[in-house]
């Protein structure tokens, strides 16, 4: 009897073990023949994995383009196979947004297809992945195991893309990053957004340029308004069909900036400026606190400096 236990023991730990490690990835189809996987609205640690983040990918005639690979080896074998349950049409490509890692380090998984980005990310990955990825082993712990840093090798550029049969237009914008893909689906009208879009959670702000984001965010509702998108995939937060995410990212960022400025001019120190709180529209908003803490780390040394550049300190 005592062996039996610990033998059922043991294979409820290998059970409890393999499950540990499952992100549990489910396609949620938004048009015909497009799909994302809707990530969680938190923060990375070592319960999700990392598996915060959209990804998604199309099934054309001749085979599958990927959009975003995820933020780990295990994440990306895992989209793989859930692809797989969906459709047997190999993958033809993998396309990453922008350079940070929840987008990308799941670019293992695609080693043995193009992986396509715009020149700028490709430099990006090169030059940060391998921080990145420590990082997220930092938070993320063992979900990371065997992760490691793939530089895209495919360079794309704005203007129509033909993949497989499908009619893609790719977007090279930036503001989130110095550099921010986003691909829109002309055969669907689903348009993948990446990071320059947040749906119900705070944005993250560690390479932006909010005045470039802002008018980003002009040119993707412009695009909603003129009709042809019909689903709108955020980097983060659940899908949209209407331009309800971009405006809410856009009222944000606003704040935000201007939050950051007046605290300049008012010659506030950071401790001073990280205790002030938020408003109250933002107090429920997912990971608002921290995204706030992080985003004055980011942004209120480079305002400072242009405050006292301009004379604007009181």
Known sequence: MKRLILALLACVSLAAGADDFDYRLVPQAVAPDVYVFVGKTEDFDTRNGGNIV???FIVAPQGVVVIDTGPSLRYGRQMREAIARVTDKPVLMAINTHHHPDHVLGNQAFSDVPVGSLAEVQRGIASEGNAFAENLFRMSGDWMA????????????????????RRLRVLALDGHTGADLALFDENSGVLFAGDLVFNHRAPTTPHARVARWLASLDTLEAMLAGGGVKVLVPGHGPVSRDAAPIRSTRDWLAWLSGSLRQAAAEGLDMNEVLARPLPERYRALPVAPAEYRRSVGHLLPGIEVEALEAGHVH
């Open 54 to 56: 959209n990804t998604g």
């Open 146 to 165: 065997g992760t490691e840093v793939v530089v895209p090798t495919r360079t794309l550029q704005a203007g129509p893309l033909e993949l497989g049969g």
